[in-house]
């Protein structure tokens, strides 16, 4: 079983339409959460950090339940932009490394 | 300033061939990561520097994969007697402290190998 599990892909959604992703992640020890974007043949990017008190930037908000250790991530009014995918990553604290979900691809029609 | 920067952006090599792939990070980050990314796949973690110290190689997936900092700047992975499971894009990343938790990975745009 993988560490972080994600939903699988393909999301086909219209622009305007109203998407969520969700992530579960197995080691109770993980210290930090992110949401990280990769568009296609690029490098993945910060999209933003998943705070326990949930968190919004603009269109995205991020929830994290370390209860049920699952994370969330919803997108209001999808753009055509928002095309990518989306990858669940946690931290632990030991070596400092990121631990990547497979990701869920988002494709936007007009 | 500049971003992470990798070279060759994209390589082929023959099965049995050695090849080495460079990382230059944002100059002053202390962490340096390196991750192997196959495709349809998330980015999995391969080794970890803190300046010229390797403090994590627990994801290099065998001996045949080697990877060196030495003056705590650019970094170099080394990849021996490639397989063809080798082929995958190889992400650097850095981070400006030394403790990476909480604290954003700029990654590179990678190095596409091919085995062939």
């Known amino acids: 079983r993988k560490e972080v599990e994600q939903d699988p892909g393909p999301f086909n959604v219209p622009e305007g339409a109203t998407v969520a992703f969700n992530c579960t992640y197995s080691?109770?020890?993980?210290?930090?959460f992110f949401w990280y974007r990769q568009d296609c043949r690029k490098e993945p990017k910060l999209l933003m950090s998943?705070?326990?008190s949930g968190n919004e930037d603009g269109r995205f908000t991020a929830q994290l339940n370390r209860a049920s250790q699952y994370i969330s991530l919803l997108i209001r009014d999808s753009k055509l932009s928002d095309s990518a995918t989306y990858l669940c990553?946690?931290?632990?604290?030991?070596?400092?490394?990121?631990?990547f979900g497979q990701g869920t691809e988002l494709s936007v029609k007009p | 300033g500049a971003g992470v920067s990798q070279s060759p952006r994209y390589k082929v090599a023959k099965r049995g061939q050695d090849v080495a792939l460079r990382c230059d990070p944002i100059?002053?980050?202390?962490?340096l990561f390196w991750y192997q990314q196959a495709l349809g796949q998330g980015p999995e973690f391969l080794t970890y520097?803190?300046?010229?110290?390797?403090?994590?190689k627990s994801g290099l997936p065998s001996d045949r994969f080697f990877a060196e900092r030495p003056e705590g700047s650019v970094s170099t992975l080394k990849i021996q007697r490639t397989q063809q499971e080798d082929s995958a894009v190889y992400l650097c990343?850095?981070?400006?402290?030394?403790?990476?938790?909480?604290?954003?990975?700029?990654f590179g745009p990678g190095t596409r190998l091919t085995v062939t």
């Open positions: 990343a850095s981070s400006l402290t030394g403790l990476a938790g909480g604290h954003e990975q700029y």
């Open positions: 080691n109770s020890a993980s210290q930090s």
């Open positions: 998943v705070y326990s």
């Open positions: 990553v946690v931290f632990y604290n030991q070596g400092g490394k990121l631990i």
């Open positions: 100059s002053g980050h202390v962490s």
């Open positions: 520097f803190q300046n010229e110290a390797q403090l994590d």
